[in-house]
């Protein structure tokens, strides 16, 4: 099993920020890998919107389909994720965005495990640089919007 905890602080507010990932349906847009991605349904429970969505990511040839549980709090400015469906045995995330300063703080976690141990394998060994790229694609993807 795989898993990664970081905290960094962005020149973005925490409202922006927890928008931009809360965005899923734009993810095809602006995520590196992520090919195309279908919210199969929508709900509320108080403030918090629940959403399931089927996402496609894809690399070269190798091609997977996934769907995710996502519950968006925008009073609390959190997200969780958690795979109800697919290629992982496990896949949860955690985006907390709390602000500081000018900017905010971006908390993420994720526990990955795929069911085949050669993704699992493939994936273990480019996971830093995968994460590096996803970092960077959501705080571009704010950047791009506050500049609007």
């Not at 973005?12 to 990932?21: E, G, K, N, P, R």
């Not at 469906?85 to 949860?92: A, I, S, W």
């Amino acid at each position: 099993m795989t898993s990664h905890t970081e905290s960094r602080i962005v020149p973005y507010t925490a409202d922006l920020m927890y928008a931009v990932v809360a965005d899923v349906e734009r993810y095809p847009e602006f995520l590196p890998w992520v090919t195309a991605l279908r919210v199969k349904s929508r709900a509320k429970d108080g403030a918090k919107d629940i959403l399931i969505a089927e996402m496609m990511v894809g690399y070269k040839a190798l091609r997977e389909r996934y769907t995710s549980r996502v519950i968006c709090d925008p009073e609390a400015r959190t997200i969780d994720v958690e795979q109800t469906e697919g290629v992982f045995r496990r896949l949860e995330n955690h985006w907390r965005f709390t602000p500081e300063g000018e900017g905010c703080r971006v908390d993420f976690s994720i526990v990955f495990e795929f069911k085949s141990r050669l993704l699992n394998t493939v994936a273990g060994a480019a996971f830093a640089k995968v994460q590096t790229h996803m970092s960077h694609a959501f705080e571009e993807r704010a950047r791009a919007l506050s500049s609007k």
